[in-house]
């Protein structure tokens, strides 16, 4: 959502043209509720860029029926309805103002809605792990390393009957082998070991249902005691807002990761690299992945040889890495 919503704000003011205050994705996997003003400051948002673009809060009522170009930017129309960003603007060659606009929009402006900034203020030092473990994660990616057959049966109908997953059919094995699939629990806990951690860490886990439970989680367990979640840190009482809205307790995940200590994702999903650039953004603090550590270096490019539309997908997210743009002060080759 951040990181969609920051693409819009620099591609209406590219266009020169009024921002609606985003509707958000009611119909994902979690089917959540929740509006622009639960996630973020409403007020906030639009006070911040109103120096950069023209922001209204909902569509004019003389505009509801005018033709719409939906989707693509293949023609001209009055109002033009973005369905979904997923971060698809050009990570690299865009001017500087429209970087910095981007960093402005995803690091000032869209602050969290009070609600969630208080409830996310933790005062403790801590390790915050993104365990990509839920069932649906699993489903998605095809992996079923170390679950049983009931479990890879039942990720498998479920990836069969959400029609809008194209892939239907996965080798599992082989996506392990290229590296498309999380580290399991028991991974993550060799992993951070193999760190030098010692098992007295204390480590909050950012993320939601994890799949099987106790079941799989207690390998992690075994090696460091002190998990914590949000239902350890927070009471049933704090909790109930949230309730039944999957993109709110997300959204404490995040603030909790980028607050907290360390940061270490179990697997480089859209939130562990947005995460990953706010981190970098607020002083490169530190965050680990199995070949880097946070530190301060230019964002990466398309690798060589490859041509066309084809090589975007091989450059490093601008949200991932926003230096140089944004990070002026950093002195980092």
């Known amino acids: 959502m951040r990181t969609g919503i920051a693409d819009m704000v620099a591609v209406a003011h590219i266009v020169n043209a009024t921002l609606v205050v985003p509707q958000l994705d009611k119909r994902s996997f979690w089917k959540d509720s ?13 006070k911040t860029l109103q120096g950069d673009l023209r922001i209204a809060k909902e569509l004019p009522k003389e505009l509801e029926s005018v033709p719409r170009a939906r989707k693509h930017f293949t023609s001209w129309s009055g109002v033009i309805h973005v369905a979904k960003s997923d971060s698809r603007l050009a990570n690299n060659d865009l001017p500087l103002d429209i970087q910095r606009l981007r960093c402005r ?26 365990l990509r473990y839920e069932k649906d994660m699993l489903s998605f990616t095809g992996c079923t390393y170390g679950l049983t057959d009931a479990e890879s049966k039942e990720l498998t109908i479920m990836r069969e009957n959400t029609n809008h997953w194209k892939v239907k059919k996965i080798n599992s094995t082989e996506q392990r082998i290229g590296g498309y699939c999380p580290l399991t629990p028991k991974e993550v806990g060799i992993f951070l070991q193999a760190l030098g951690y010692p098992p007295s860490t204390i480590i909050y886990i950012a993320a939601g249902e994890i799949y099987g439970g106790n079941t799989h989680l207690s390998e992690l367990m075994y090696r460091f ?27 404490l995940d995040y603030l909790i990761s980028v607050e907290s200590d360390v940061f270490i994702p179990s697997h480089s999903g859209n939130m562990a690299r947005a995460v990953e650039g706010h981190r970098r ?7 680990i992945t199995p070949d880097r550590q946070g530190g301060p270096r230019k964002r990466k490019g398309p690798l060589p040889g490859i041509k066309g539309r084809a090589r975007f997908r091989t450059e490093e997210s601008f949200y991932e890495n926003p230096y140089p743009e944004c990070i002026c002060s950093s002195k980092a080759a």
């Open 225 to 251: 005691p002190n998990l914590v979640f949000k239902e350890t840190l927070a009471t049933k009482e704090e909790l109930k807002a949230f309730a039944n809205h999957a993109s709110q307790t997300a959204a």
């Open 105 to 130: 929009a995803l690091y000032y402006a869209l602050r969290f809605s009070p609600p969630i900034e208080i409830l996310g203020e933790v005062e403790l030092l801590f390790l915050a792990l993104h």
């Open 34 to 46: 929740s509006t622009f003003s639960d996630m973020f400051d409403e007020v906030h948002f639009i």
């Open 281 to 287: 953004f607020l002083g490169h603090r530190k965050t």
